[in-house]
């Protein structure tokens, strides 16, 4: 007997986060099956612990840095092939 494998699928928890000027913590998770495999893009130098890839249903914990300018910037990183927007305010 064969089991076909876990279609992989994914969702983020979240499409974006609004970040004070100061910076700040946040978390998304990446809901998929487990085994499944993901990665990451167009994450700024401003935002770390945004893993490069992962594999199944993971959380991650990232921080933005504060902000040195008084424009609002903004970064559109792709994880597991969705869009999540980071916007942050001037200080």
């Known amino acids: 007997m064969t089991q076909a494998g876990a279609t992989c699928t994914f969702a983020l928890s979240a499409t974006g986060y609004n970040a004070p000027s100061g910076g700040g ?11 499944c ?12 612990g945004v893993p490069n890839n992962g594999t199944g249903p ?22 597991a092939g969705r869009t999540f927007t980071v916007t942050q305010a001037g200080r």
């Open 58 to 79: 993971t959380t991650i914990n990232f921080t933005v840095a504060a902000n040195p300018n008084t424009t609002q910037r903004t970064a559109n990183m792709t994880i």
């Open 37 to 48: 495999a993901w990665t990451s893009s167009g994450v700024p130098s401003w935002i770390t």
């Open 25 to 35: 913590f946040s978390t998304v998770t990446v809901n998929t099956p487990g085994g």
